[in-house]
């Protein structure tokens, strides 16, 4: 039960102090504090800062607050010294060329291009491997801020039309669009108020989508999502004429996402009610059922395991599932088959399966071993015919394509080198460069280590360590750069990030912890880091800290860790935890507010993770670790820096405001606690490369300045 109370109204209240800063910080601007208090399951829970919460647009408060702070952050961040040198580097490891990886339908390919510094990524494409490429979409033309983005998209099978999503200052709420590929002349087909889709073509003729009911004005960017609906779109009509193919309107809460088999056989539409892998499925035999009678016929029900489509071949689904196998197997079944049961095609082994396609006569499966990437080839039977070399300990991506297909591409990265573009002739077993990128920095100057750290209860946790190779061999220490996230069954695996590398060419070193709660070992690392384990997610965390330090790898005073999104609430919860392990702290878009996450967008999906917050048991384990309600006053705290924008729908900016406002109103020590709010951009998909740049030079900039990192001039590093 939850039950509203309010303070007396003479009650003091909260006043931000103005306690002298390092560099040009002289004071918080003030924050008004309401006299709110919730009693929640007997227990008395301030939220002050709640009218931060209002949409930024609507609220003229709320607005002139993040103005007051992005006023007193900007002048701050100005100020330091290196600021421009990390602006210059990020600048200059970003400036080279980049490709997508092709996918092909008919005989045209496409793929994204970026030639540097362009602020959004161009659509090419070219007939054949040989033909010459040819722009197709330019979103640099659509904003002129850059902050419209080329969000998906999707060829139809002959490779005559494509239809493609647009994302306007990164909220995730998107606009299908379809362009002639053979004209580059847009059709005049437009759909709104899409949302968490993809785009699955019905032949040429039209395409599935999922999308939502329209918001109550000015709620676009708060409402709650509920009843996601499947709809047909045919080419060359009215979205209003747009047909309802699946919902579920007695179970709102549910999600629906489609997909179209490339023979064009079915539709498979799968229905989840959060982020846990836990879904029910069903299909659509395109073939037996004319457009104006498609059945959904349920094939998986109970929302009990994770069922991903890989294909279909010859009347045959190919799923991967975690069902009664937690690193996840390969099975099929024969739905034309009077008897139709499932078959085990590919079991379970100790490294857990991270994706798979048919293409060709070959299954290809990858696997994560230890966070690093493997792929492995397999005969239709499941019977194993080869590994595919990888470059190194790196990720690996892609390998699309459908059955018949010769080749396939994918792309391989590490923390010292970008994407590179591979394709493979599955026929020949060749493997050949589709596009590399020249760099303007020296990879082999580089060392990448993995290691492994006992966590507080003594489970073994991997962690990539980051730094130059001069650095390995003298065996000096330098400030350290630790990042996490720990959440939702997402691996983190090696990748290349500018920068990540402005901090390694600075002489620092950056480590990345495969914490639990990501999906690094499958399903059970997972749940270890997950509702009433979540503690566990935090103590990984300060063990990897206490690891670099003790091992030598940072400087007694020269830790800083950083997060975004879940990884944000790990950089709240564990400054909260352990300030005094820690010296500079960045929480990006986070969730800080763990008593209201679920009454915002996409939050309620959140739950699978976190736990209901209406529910007395979860309550405790939320109450007990989030950020915005366990700051501890009287207790020197870390420099903290907290980034958001005005308009991420996928974690709300007034997390980050009224976690900032908990900081700069509490007796923390003199290193500031700032917050960098950014205008037009959401959770960070669509960005364009230019606030990248600037945020990066910032944040680097910050963190540099509280670990000591001292950043070279312009004159050494010209030498």
Request: glycine share 10%.
């Amino acid at each position: 039960m939850i039950r509203m109370l309010t303070l007396a109204a003479s009650a003091s209240l909260l006043a931000a102090p103005l306690a002298a800063q390092a560099q040009s910080l002289a004071g918080y601007p003030e924050t008004r504090a309401e006299p709110l208090v919730e009693e929640i399951f007997g227990e008395q829970v301030a939220d002050p800062y709640r009218w931060l919460e209002n949409d930024v647009r609507i609220d003229s408060e709320v607005a002139d607050w993040v103005e007051r702070q992005n006023a007193v952050s900007a002048g701050f961040l100005a100020s330091l010294e290196g600021r421009d040198w990390f602006a210059a580097k990020i600048a200059g490891l970003t400036d080279f060329e980049r490709f997508g990886i092709p996918q092909k339908a008919g005989r045209n390919y496409f793929y994204t291009r970026n030639s540097g510094l362009l602020n959004q990524s161009q659509l090419y494409v070219q007939e054949g491997l040989e033909g010459e490429r040819r722009l197709l979409i330019d979103p640099n033309a659509w904003a002129t801020d850059g902050a419209t983005a080329l969000a998906g998209w999707e060829p139809s099978p002959d490779g005559s039309l494509l239809a493609y999503s647009v994302q306007d200052g990164g909220t995730d709420w998107r606009i299908i669009r379809v362009i002639d590929v053979a004209t580059g002349q847009p059709l005049g087909d437009e759909i709104r108020w899409a949302k968490f889709t993809g785009i699955a073509w019905v032949g040429s003729e039209g395409f599935l989508y999922s999308r939502f009911p329209e918001p109550e004005e000015g709620q676009d960017f708060q409402a709650l999502n509920y009843n996601q609906a499947v709809y047909y779109h045919r080419i060359g009509t009215s979205q209003s004429e747009d047909r309802l193919i699946f919902s579920t309107p007695d179970h709102p809460e549910r999600g629906h996402a489609v997909r179209t088999t490339h023979d064009g056989r079915w539709a498979v539409i799968t229905s989840s009610t959060g982020t846990d892998d836990r879904y029910e499925v069903h299909v659509i035999d395109l073939a037996r059922n004319g457009e104006h009678r498609w059945y959904a016929l349920p094939l998986v029900k109970g929302f009990e395991h994770s069922w991903r489509l890989i294909a279909s071949l010859d009347g045959k689904l190919y799923f991967t599932t975690n069902s009664d196998a937690p690193k996840y197997r390969i099975v099929s079944i024969d739905l034309d088959s009077k008897q139709a049961d499932w078959q085990l095609v590919v079991p379970e082994r100790e490294e857990p399966i991270s994706g798979a396609s048919i293409v060709g006569e070959r299954l290809v499966v990858e696997y994560l071993k230890d966070a690093a990437s493997q792929a492995s080839l397999y005969d239709l039977e499941g019977r194993p015919v080869g590994q595919i070399a990888l470059a190194g300990l790196g990720a690996a991506g892609g390998f699309g394509g459908k059955p018949g297909d010769p080749e396939t591409f994918y792309s391989f990265t590490s923390f010292n080198r970008p994407a590179s573009i591979y394709r493979l002739n599955l026929e020949s077993g060749e493997t050949s460069i589709f596009a590399t990128p020249e760099l303007t920095f020296d990879p082999e100057r580089y060392a990448i280590e993995q290691r492994f750290y006992a966590s507080k209860d003594g489970t073994q946790i991997p962690i990539f360590i980051v730094r130059s190779k001069e650095l390995a061999k003298r065996g000096k220490a330098a400030p350290t750069l630790l990042y996490g996230y720990g959440g939702f069954d997402i691996s983190q695996t090696p990748g290349f990030s500018a920068t990540r590398m402005a901090w390694l060419e600075a002489g620092g070193v950056f480590a990345l912890a495969n914490i639990r709660g990501g999906g690094e070992y499958g399903k059970e690392w997972h749940d270890a880091g997950r509702r009433a384990n979540k503690q566990n997610v935090f103590d990984d965390f300060i063990a990897a800290g206490e690891f670099l330090k003790a091992e030598g790898y940072t400087t007694p005073d020269g830790l800083a860790i950083e997060g975004r999104s879940n990884g944000g609430l790990l950089v709240g919860a564990v400054t909260n935890q352990r300030p005094d392990l820690i010296n500079a702290a960045h929480a990006a878009v986070g969730v800080m507010d763990m008593l209201r996450f679920d009454r915002f967008t996409a939050g309620r999906y959140w739950v699978d993770d976190y736990g209901y917050p209406n529910r007395e048991e979860d309550f405790r384990v939320l109450r007990a670790y989030s950020p915005y309600h366990n700051v501890r006053d009287g207790v020197d705290y870390p420099a903290v820096l907290v980034t958001t924008a005005d308009t991420d729908d996928r974690v709300v900016p007034g997390h980050s405001f009224k976690y900032t406002a908990a900081l700069q109103a509490t007796e923390l020590g003199d290193k500031p606690r700032i917050i960098r709010v950014e205008t037009r951009a959401g959770h960070g998909s669509g960005k364009p490369t230019d606030k990248m740049i600037a945020e990066g030079a910032d944040v680097l900039a910050f963190l540099a300045h509280f670990t000591g990192l001292e950043v070279p001039d312009s004159d050494v590093q010209e030498k």
